[in-house]
């Protein structure tokens, strides 16, 4: 059961309106909650008055930072102490919250409360006046400079040198269901029905700041339509719910407006990357070097490891890699999908593919001149590499060899320009400390469970095929349960790591169900008396005997014999991050695009792309070509469309609505053919399983601007690339 494609477990109910996603949790008495955010980028509150909105028929209180209850100075971000001052730090920061018996009412008057700032000016780019640039300790648990061999040497004596700059504005997420969260308490205990990619760290991050133990907190996220990140951290919004619950001691249901989704929830920050690339005439490449530097806010860290890639990707013997922090007054950012690797592959990419020009090479042939046999960075063996299948299958289905490569050699048959790009991709394979159960019942059918949650990934159908086939029943007859942190723990859906972590811990509790059921049989006076664990086969839900399938017993025969009810599987699989790994664990893949862009107009059209992709055993098929397929066109959105844009006196952001802030829709994506490589590892994990979710939007954006070089003859070094750029 494990690889061919079943469809969705949970695809009859999304359809039919039967998931239940968390702002729809009924709870009887349940009030709505509006923020009102800030109108100034920095400053501070000088008068707040509520007054007009507490006349609201309907309205129960305004929490303002001079009522509001006080949270744990000492814990967590500085962007989740709210209220607790009357400081402005970010555009759209929250100061206050309206509470009524409806969400209309509750808009309504949240339009009422006035608030006066102080204004002060922001610094609101990576390079103005005011912007305070440093080394961090990391950048995103990696260190943040890196050096091997003699760069200046190296490259100060290559025949060839390119020196280059890119740039990646800052993007915002846009899931289909926004951030929500639905808090009430009962007595001292509270739970949160919360849009979360990992129920667990939001129990312990909200038990940090609201000062409770975290067993006092229990987090439920039974569906969440989107993430990509943005859902990861805690964020306001939740912690906003659980305050003013308390408060009003009844359900406290918040969710975010469109625009507010642009406010203090985090972002793909903005990126100034510098790539210089010495080479030999033939291409094979002598030195390189990857300096970034990353958008970071004020009052915390977080650093873009865009550079990470550029350490294992190639073999180069001389490199250094650098990551600056500059802070300037904007919302801390946050983790959007391959965060690093998306940015940092544009920058590489597009180098490569200057550099494939500049050696008169194909790129693809210059990419396997450079191929790295081992991990340049750390000297260890791969722990399964196929990405020369993946560059071979892939340039095959898409007709590379009959690519001019001549830029703006092509033409359609309407006369627009044509342009083939490609780049490549890799993903790390991420591993955490992840725990399951799997329960018999009486009647043979099987219930697991891990706090693991479905951000649209396909993790229900993915853990209830690993479900099924541990335990040896059909699938019909297997229910998974997740997202709940009563169940047992798991990690966050992000970093392309919950099925690598779960999946193992799913098989791991179906082998000890087995285990236990084996001895129930051989213990019982039936025809499997006395038989080891060893000459046992479980299928179907039956236990057999190998030597002669003929004796045989249904599951929930054996279990009526012992006299129980149920029979529980679990296990805890440990992810140890503190010893050193022998092997280096990344996925793999190549993309290849075609463009369609008119001379007159600068317009460009993604006309098809295919991808071809090698991570491990693949659970699931279709679920995994929808998220390469999702991870591709997340590539072109980032290539074509994506990116804020500030008013410059005030740092706000002047496009937060969907209506201006670009996203690709049906018509803006042409043919997307995936490629699945088989690929078996054996040292990635016991199902030798690697993450997929990310992998699929890096090296996507480069491969489009590649494409419009090779179609335009114009290299685009800035994102988005628009028809203004091109027409320059």
Not at 411 to 429: I, N, V
């Given at each position: 059961m494990i690889g061919p494609g079943i469809p969705r477990v949970d695809g009859v109910a999304k359809v039919t309106g039967?998931?239940?996603?968390?702002?729809?949790?009924?709870?009887?008495?349940?009030?709505?909650?509006?923020?009102?955010?800030?109108?100034?980028?920095?400053?501070?509150?000088?008068?707040?008055?509520?007054?007009?909105?507490?006349?609201?028929?309907?309205?129960?209180?305004?929490?303002?930072?001079?009522?509001?209850?006080?949270?744990?100075?000492?814990?967590?971000?500085?962007?989740?102490?709210?209220?607790q001052d009357d400081q402005v730090l970010y555009d759209r920061q929250p100061v206050a919250l309206v509470v009524a018996d409806t969400f209309e009412r509750a808009t309504d008057a949240a339009a009422r409360v006035r608030v006066t700032y102080e204004r002060r000016q922001p610094t609101v780019t990576i390079n103005g006046g005011g912007a305070d640039e440093f080394t961090p300790k990391t950048a995103n648990r990696n260190p943040p400079d890196s050096n091997r061999g003699d760069f200046a040497g190296a490259f100060a004596s290559a025949p060839i040198q390119l020196d280059q700059h890119y740039v990646t504005p800052r993007e915002f997420h846009n899931p289909m269901e926004p951030h929500a969260s639905v808090a009430?308490?009962?007595?001292?205990?509270?739970?949160?029905?919360?849009?979360?990619?990992?129920?667990?760290?939001?129990?312990?991050?909200?038990?940090?700041?609201?000062?409770?133990?975290?067993?006092?907190?229990?987090?439920?996220?039974?569906?969440?339509?989107?993430?990509?990140?943005?859902?990861?951290?805690?964020?306001?919004?939740?912690?906003?719910?659980?305050?003013?619950?308390?408060?009003?001691?009844?359900?406290?249901?918040?969710?975010?407006?469109?625009?507010e989704m642009f406010g203090g929830y985090g972002n793909r920050p903005h990126t100034e990357q510098r790539v210089r690339i010495g080479a030999q005439h033939d291409g094979t490449l002598i030195a390189m070097a990857h300096d970034v530097r990353t958008q970071v806010s004020r009052y915390d860290d977080f650093i873009e490891n865009c550079a990470v890639i550029t350490r294992m990707l190639y073999a180069v013997p001389n490199q250094i890699t650098t990551h600056r922090g500059v802070r300037y007054d904007v919302v801390t950012p946050t983790y959007m999908?391959?965060?690093?690797?998306?940015?940092?592959?544009?920058?590489?990419?597009?180098a490569m593919d200057e550099l494939a020009y500049a050696t008169g090479l194909d790129p693809v042939t210059l990419r396997l001149r450079n191929y790295a046999e081992s991990d340049p960075e750390s000297g260890k063996p791969w722990s399964s590499k196929s990405l020369r299948q993946c560059y071979t299958r892939a340039a095959a289905q898409f007709g590379w060899d009959g690519r001019n490569p001549?830029?703006?050699?092509?033409?359609?048959?309407?006369?627009?320009?044509?342009?083939?790009?490609?780049?490549?991709?890799?993903?790390?394979?991420?591993?955490?400390?992840?725990?399951?159960?799997?329960?018999?019942?009486?009647?043979?059918?099987?219930?697991?469970?891990?706090?693991?949650?479905?951000?649209?990934?396909g993790a229900y159908t993915a853990f209830t095929a690993i479900a099924a086939e541990a335990a040896g029943v059909p699938v019909a007859r297997t229910r998974f349960v997740?997202?709940?942190?009563?169940?047992?723990?798991?990690?966050?859906?992000?970093?392309?790591?919950?099925?690598?972590?779960?999946?193992?811990?799913?098989?791991?509790?179906?082998?000890?169900?087995?285990?236990?059921?084996?001895?129930?049989?051989?213990?019982a006076d039936?025809?499997?008396?006395?038989?080891?664990?060893?000459?046992?086969?479980?299928?179907?839900?039956?236990?057999?005997?190998?030597?002669?399938?003929?004796?045989?017993?249904?599951?929930?025969?054996?279990?009526?014999?012992?006299?129980?009810?149920?029979?529980?599987?679990?296990?805890?699989?440990?992810?140890?991050?503190?010893?050193?790994?022998?092997?280096?664990?990344?996925?793999?893949?190549?993309?290849?695009?075609?463009?369609?862009?008119?001379?007159?107009?600068?317009?460009?059209?993604?006309?098809?792309?295919v991808g071809a992709f090698a991570a491990g055993r693949i659970v699931n098929e279709r679920t995994a070509r929808s998220q390469y397929l999702g991870g591709t066109v997340w590539g072109v959105s980032m290539a074509l469309h994506e990116g804020s844009q500030e008013d410059l006196r005030s740092g706000r952001i002047m496009n937060a609505t969907l209506e201006n802030y670009l996203v690709p829709v049906n018509a803006d994506i042409g043919t997307v053919e995936i490629i699945l490589v088989d690929e078996v590892d054996a040292h990635v994990n016991p199902l030798g399983v690697k993450g997929i979710g990310e992998i699929g939007n890096v090296g996507s954006a480069a491969a489009v601007a590649n494409a419009v070089y090779h179609a335009t003859g114009m290299r685009i070094r800035e994102l988005p690339i628009t028809p203004a750029k091109l027409l320059a």
């Open positions: 039967a998931a239940r996603y968390s702002y729809e949790e009924p709870l009887a008495g349940a009030v709505y909650g509006v923020i009102v955010p800030s109108t100034i980028t920095l400053g501070r509150i000088v008068a707040i008055e509520t007054a007009e909105a507490r006349a609201v028929p309907g309205v129960l209180t305004v929490l303002t930072h001079r009522n509001a209850p006080r949270v744990n100075e000492g814990a967590g971000d500085r962007k989740l102490k709210l209220l009430v308490w009962s007595g001292e205990k509270l739970t949160v029905y919360d849009a979360s990619q990992g129920p667990d760290a939001r129990r312990d991050a909200m038990a940090k700041v609201l000062g409770v133990p975290p067993a006092s907190i229990r987090v439920v996220t039974r569906f969440v339509g989107g993430a990509f990140g943005s859902k990861g951290g805690t964020n306001p919004h939740a912690l906003l719910a659980a305050m003013t619950a308390r408060v009003v001691r009844r359900p406290v249901k918040v969710v975010l407006s469109r625009p999908r391959a965060p690093g690797e998306s940015s940092g592959s544009f920058a590489l990419e597009s001549l830029p703006r050699s092509m033409r359609t048959k309407d006369g627009l320009l044509l342009g083939m790009g490609m780049a490549t991709a890799t993903y790390p394979s991420n591993r955490s400390t992840a725990a399951a159960e799997v329960t018999l019942n009486a009647d043979g059918s099987v219930v697991a469970s891990s706090a693991g949650v479905e951000i649209g990934n997740l997202g709940d942190t009563e169940l047992p723990e798991a990690p966050v859906a992000g970093g392309s790591q919950l099925t690598a972590s779960v999946a193992n811990a799913v098989a791991a509790a179906g082998a000890d169900l087995r285990a236990k059921l084996a001895a129930l049989a051989a213990a039936g025809p499997l008396h006395g038989a080891s664990f060893e000459d046992l086969a479980f299928a179907d839900g039956r236990v057999a005997l190998r030597s002669d399938p003929a004796r045989s017993e249904a599951y929930e025969a054996i279990l009526r014999g012992a006299g129980q009810g149920t029979l529980t599987g679990s296990a805890r699989t440990v992810a140890d991050r503190a010893t050193p790994k022998p092997y280096s664990a990344h996925a793999f893949g190549a993309h290849f695009v075609e463009v369609h862009v008119d001379p007159d107009f600068g317009t460009v059209r993604v006309a098809r792309t």
